[in-house]
């Protein structure tokens, strides 16, 4: 229970801190509009309030966590604990907040779309089939 509680802290001040950390690296323009206010059509781009927004980002998440998490945990034993924590604070959370700076910066796009527009054509392909590979390994 103690490292559970341990765990919990440290991934709060991982928030606070490293989440401070990373907003200076990437350099948030505050005044710069989101897809969904500027190309707000009620279908696609719709602003939602944010709590609702946590509870997406938290749903696909949370989604894969108790599947993964097990697997990890039968796998590695106690180390798993530590890349779940760690792994989340200093990869997961940057990789997902870096991937949501590219979409706002770049429209809305995805990812296999931004891929398109900085990498060229060919490797948005092959990001289209990465991406439905990784799914298809997700779904089962």
């Not at 990437?26 to 719709?46: C, H, Q, S, W």
């Not at 993964?68 to 890349?83: C, E, K, Q, Y």
């Amino acid at each position: 229970m103690i490292s559970f509680i341990t765990s919990i802290i440290v991934l709060i001040a991982g928030y606070f801190i490293y989440g401070k950390f990373v907003e200076k690296v990437f350099v948030i323009d505050k005044n710069r509009e989101t897809p969904a206010i500027k190309l707000k059509d009620g279908v696609d781009y719709m602003p939602l309030p944010t709590w609702r927004i946590f509870l997406i980002q938290f749903l696909n998440i949370a989604g894969l966590g108790p599947i993964f998490g097990a697997i990890a945990g039968a796998m590695f034993g106690p180390s798993a604990f530590l890349w779940i924590v760690l792994g989340t604070i200093f990869a997961g959370a940057v990789h997902d907040y870096f991937s949501g700076m590219l979409s706002v910066r770049d429209d809305g796009l995805s990812i296999s779309e931004i891929v398109g527009v900085y990498l060229g054509p060919k490797l948005k392909h092959v990001m289209r089939i990465f991406t439905v590979v990784l799914l298809i390994f997700v779904g089962t």
